[in-house]
């Protein structure tokens, strides 16, 4: 089974702060997705990954960046975080050349809570 | 350009009763596949149906169902037999064929209450 892991479930951090959201999948799956969840927008894409050191911005990277050294682990950054980024953030897998009816996998999110 | 739309932010069901989710969508590309994913308030997103543009039928798996109508452009999920644990968001998602990256277009999602 794909696994792909979230390193904090909840986060709280201060007005201003670098904050960093890391996510690892075990599958060597090619593409990796950035996700911000939030009440009646659902899951809005903010950046994804097809390969390492490569990325593609989202519907709305405004106010992120992310970092894609290793295959594996696919981080998100923001770079001095504000209130109206505090939300649930979510981090998928895709292997390419996948049947096209196999879907993302996700990680179990991570609640972010900027104060 | 693409677009999923999911109208109903709230829905309630008796349990053991069936409920419909709604979903429609909007692509030019004539190749695409749609997925519903279930999320329950501890937030994982677990997938649970797909159907593809060019499929015949309308997808089946154990009680969940997919109404398929290409014409119309929706792909509304129905739920048999609804369960006290079928209580989570719903998200309708769509995957066109052109991409090989896997990329999904996420709808709004739907709010589903089983109520016993």
């Known amino acids: 089974d794909v696994k792909v892991t979230q390193s904090s479930r909840y986060l709280v951090k201060r007005t201003g702060e670098k904050v960093f959201l890391e996510c690892v999948q075990d599958m060597d799956h090619e593409n990796m997705f950035w996700y911000r969840q939030d009440p009646g927008l659902g899951l809005r894409l903010i950046y994804f990954s097809y390969d390492v050191k490569m990325k593609e911005k989202g519907d709305i990277p405004e106010g992120y960046s992310v970092s894609r050294e290793k295959k594996e682990r696919f981080s998100l950054i923001l770079e001095s975080a504000s209130t109206n980024q505090t939300s649930m953030y979510l981090c998928?897998?895709?292997?390419?050349?996948?049947?096209?009816?196999?879907?993302?996998?996700f990680g179990d999110g991570t609640r972010l809570s900027i104060l | 350009a693409q677009k999923i739309t999911q109208t109903q932010p709230g829905m309630f069901v008796q349990e053991k009763e069936a409920v419909t989710l709604d979903c429609t969508y909007d692509?030019?590309?004539?190749?695409?596949?749609l997925f519903w994913y279930k999320q329950p308030s501890s937030g994982e997103m677990i997938f649970l149906i797909y159907?593809?543009?060019?499929?015949?039928q309308n997808a089946t798996e154990g009680r969940y169902s997919l109404n398929f109508q290409k014409a119309r452009k929706s792909a509304n999920l129905v739920i048999s037999a609804s369960q006290l644990g079928d209580s989570a968001m719903y998200f309708c998602a769509m995957r066109e064929g052109s991409s090989n990256t896997g990329k999904l277009i996420f709808g709004q999602g739907t709010t589903l209450q089983v109520k016993p």
């Open positions: 692509t030019s590309d004539p190749s695409y596949g």
């Open positions: 998928a897998s895709y292997r390419t050349g996948t049947p096209f009816n196999q879907p993302q996998h």
């Open positions: 159907q593809g543009s060019y499929d015949q």
